[in-house]
Nanobody, 127 residues
């Protein structure tokens, strides 16, 4: 079973940057490239929302409107790790950020049907 471990969360001032990492393992005989990896977040009292997604299935990346231009998703196949570089952070970016994966998933339309989930990492942006 695919396992996902997030890291890199923390406390940062508004306007600052953080880089989240999602280390993936246990691909059930498939390759890292067979999986789309997405980032979600859930703020206190709010529903979980998709933030970004990357997939080699359709060579796509996807961002929700509120982070486009500030966040960048990337992957390191040698390390089986996906990163989320977050710049120009705002207090409204405060949330628990989760990494998720789905096999043979195309990200062009956004991350909606993810199968595997990490436990999350907390990002707090102070004003």
């Amino acid at each position: 079973e695919v396992q996902l471990v997030e890291s890199g969360g923390g406390l940062v001032q508004a306007g600052g940057s953080l880089r989240l990492s999602c280390a993936a393992s246990g691909f059930d005989g498939f390759g890292f490239d067979d999986y789309a990896i997405a980032w979600f977040r859930q703020a206190p009292g709010k529903e979980r929302e998709g933030v970004s997604c990357v997939s080699r299935i359709d060579d796509s990346t996807w961002y929700t409107d509120s982070v486009r231009g500030r966040f960048t998703i990337s992957s390191d196949n040698a390390k089986n790790t996906v990163y989320l570089q977050m710049n120009s952070l705002k207090p409204e970016d405060t949330a628990v950020y989760y990494c998720a994966a789905a096999r043979y998933y195309a990200c062009a339309g956004g991350p909606y049907d993810m199968t595997y989930w990490g436990k999350g990492t907390l990002v707090t942006v102070s004003s």
